[in-house]
Every structure is written in structure tokens, then in C-alpha cells.
């Protein structure tokens, strides 16, 4: 089996309403019912993973509302008419929180907002397989989205601050290419 190298991406995305949907966001996620994950690598202390599909997310909608014209800009960006969002979910980390290396599977890009990123050094991780190392160095920051293809394996590292670090993570997948033979 022979490897060659096709070079990848990954989008950071400014949020600029970040500032005033914050508190609103996180005032919903702290009324959500508590439901955590601590096993096979994800100590997670408070999430809506678990919750049924069909459970009230508040935090969703108005989420989805805002993230809605950022996603329509991507696709132009990306040569696609098209987007949809998959499924979504909020993740809490507390001190020793984590999410040791996966994928996303059945979808084509993921996407983490940092709701509350209380040091760069526990943002995302992602891994090069063509390099066989680890991409800890992401320049994200709170408020923006980080978007990339979902079959690149990832992490969230070990939280060792104080400060919770939050999340609202989705799926998304783009759908008619809009590209002709002048696009080269």
C-alpha cells in the first residue's frame, strides 16, 4: 500500500455575536438536565449527548439561528450550494475533563465553538497521519468555530485549569458542488 499526500484544512470561524450570546448559551446549558460521560477515554462532566434526539434544546435553536449565515458562506467558500447540520451537542469539561482520540463517523466535517475556552492550550488536537504527529498549535480562540473534515482523528486534551472549558460541537455536511470545468 502505497501513500500519497493530498493536503487538508481546517476553517476558524469568527462568531462576532459571540460576545452577547455567551451568557444566554451558557444560562441554557446550566438549565439542561445533568447527564456526564466518564468512560473508554471521555470524562465529560456535563453534556446532551445522552439526552433523547427529541428532548427541548433551547440552546440549539437559538445556536443553529446564529451559526445559520456562517454556514451558508462557508458552503459558497467551499464551491457548495448546499449545507445541512447533522446533529449538535454541548460538552463541559471540568478540571481533568477530556476526550481521548476519535472521528466523527457518517458525516463530512465537524465543528467545535468555543463557548468557553479558558486556555488555548485545551483546544482541539488533531492528528497527521502523513507526519505521524500531533497539531496542538490551532490558533482558535473563545467565540470562534473550528471546522474541519471529520474523518481527521482528534482530541480534546486534558482540561488542568480551574476554569470549565465548554463546547457546542456539530456535524455538518455540504451538498451540491458547484463546480465547472473553469474551476481548475
Do not use: C
Not at 25 to 52: A, C, H, R
Not at 116 to 134: A, G
Request: proline fraction near 4%; aromatic fraction near 12%; hydrophobic fraction near 35%.
Amino acid at each position: 500500500m502505497k501513500f500519497h499526500k493530498l493536503d487538508s484544512f481546517y476553517i476558524v470561524t469568527d462568531i462576532k455575536e459571540h460576545k452577547k450570546l455567551k451568557d444566554i448559551l451558557l444560562k441554557y446549558i446550566e438549565e439542561m438536565p445533568q447527564s456526564n460521560i466518564n468512560s473508554d477515554g471521555v470524562v465529560v462532566s456535563k453534556t446532551d449527548w445522552n439526552l433523547p434526539s427529541d428532548y427541548k434544546r433551547d440552546y440549539m435553536d437559538l445556536f443553529f439561528n446564529i451559526i445559520t449565515p456562517y454556514m451558508h458562506e462557508m458552503s459558497s467558500k467551499l464551491k457548495f450550494t448546499g449545507w445541512e447540520i447533522v446533529n449538535g451537542w454541548y460538552q463541559v469539561y471540568d478540571k481533568g475533563g477530556k476526550h481521548d482520540w476519535h472521528v466523527h463517523l457518517k458525516t463530512s466535517y465537524t465543528n467545535v465553538y468555543y463557548l468557553s475556552l479558558p486556555n488555548k492550550s485545551i483546544s482541539t488536537q488533531l492528528y497527521d497521519p502523513m507526519n505521524d504527529r500531533v497539531i496542538k498549535n490551532i490558533k482558535v480562540k473563545e467565540g470562534q468555530v473550528l471546522t474541519f473534515p471529520a474523518h481527521i482523528i482528534h482530541r480534546s486534551p486534558v482540561n488542568n485549569h480551574d476554569n470549565q472549558k465548554v463546547i457546542i460541537s456539530f456535524n455538518s455536511n455540504f451538498t451540491n458542488p458547484e463546480l465547472t470545468t473553469s474551476n481548475k
